[in-house]
């Protein structure tokens, strides 16, 4: 059977899993579209005299050209990401994980450019934004062939009905999860390889990473979150207040009542908002001081 946008089997590994690959959802002439807006939201910011309200850069630079690690907020940029985002294709998905009445959490493009494109360690994605509960779904776009080579998405399956811990030794957030989950006590990873117009759907506490790009071929995702309408934001530093900014409707009705469910939430010590690059790097440098 086919529930909204999703057959049943689809559902069922969802639920038990904490992920799905749909490959091919998109087809090659949406992907022309957002290859050609992507170029062009890059190229304005660029020729502006500041443009790190839209994007951020990778610290390495290729060929000595500056080179996008990021995009923020795409669904603000542009309709062509707004139309893609609240389309009947990409939503009835996201309705049959989590119910009619939805919003967007946030949004954003993570480019993983040839040969220099940055590593993203183990975390949950819940760990950065506690809410009252836990339908809150990941979608990820992939606008690339997407291989072990140029840093596909990694998963940890079964294992987002709790939370790993993301604690550095002073309690403060570390951004990324400070177990070992490479050693292979709590399952073996999976490397989520699929091709251009796949999408991923993942629940808000799957853990996941992603290896650096060493290939000489682009690996960008387009990243939609999307929550409940009764999943409410905890608040827990200035982080909640930046994070609640870009909350868009998306289907359905606003929400009367906090709903509450999942596991207890986890709540980031966090000191000031910087991009998750940035802290899991800090945080990776501090524990190897401290070692």
Not at 29 to 46: M, N, P, V
Request: hydrophobic share 35%; net charge negative; charged share 25%.
């Amino acid at each position: 059977m086919k529930t909204t946008g999703l057959t049943d089997n689809q559902v069922q590994q969802y639920r038990r899993d904490g992920y799905v690959v749909l490959p091919g959802l998109l087809d090659a002439i949406a992907l022309e579209k957002i290859d050609q807006r992507i170029d062009k939201i890059t190229e304005d910011a660029f020729g502006s005299d500041d443009y790190s309200q839209i994007l951020e850069v990778e610290p390495e630079t290729a060929g000595g050209e500056v080179v996008v690690r990021r995009i923020y907020n795409p669904y603000d940029l542009h309709d062509d990401f707004k139309g893609l985002a609240g389309s009947a294709r990409i939503v009835d998905c996201v309705e049959a994980i989590i119910g009619p009445n939805i919003n967007l959490q946030h949004s954003k493009l993570n480019m993983k450019p040839p040969s220099v494109g940055s590593v993203v360690e183990w975390h949950q994605d819940l760990a950065y934004f506690p809410h009252t509960n836990d339908d809150l779904v990941t979608l990820l776009i992939y606008l690339d062939d997407a291989t072990e080579q140029n840093g596909c998405l990694r998963v940890l399956p079964r294992h987002h009905t709790h939370f790993f811990d993301h604690a550095m030794p002073d309690g403060k957030f570390a951004g990324m999860i400070t177990e070992d989950l490479e050693g292979g006590k709590f399952g073996q990873p999976i490397s989520l390889e699929a091709p251009a117009g796949s999408v991923i759907l993942m629940h808000c506490i799957t853990p996941h990473s992603s290896h650096p790009n060493r290939s000489d071929q682009p690996r960008r995702t387009l990243i939609f979150e999307y929550r409940a309408t009764d999943a409410l934001p905890i608040y827990y530093g200035d982080m909640a207040r930046l994070a609640e900014a870009v909350d868009r409707p998306i289907r359905g009705k606003p929400a009367q009542f906090a709903r509450l469910g999942g596991p207890p939430p986890y709540l980031p010590n966090v000191s000031e908002y910087t991009s998750l690059y940035q802290l899991q790097e800090d945080s990776k440098t501090v524990l190897a001081d401290a070692k």
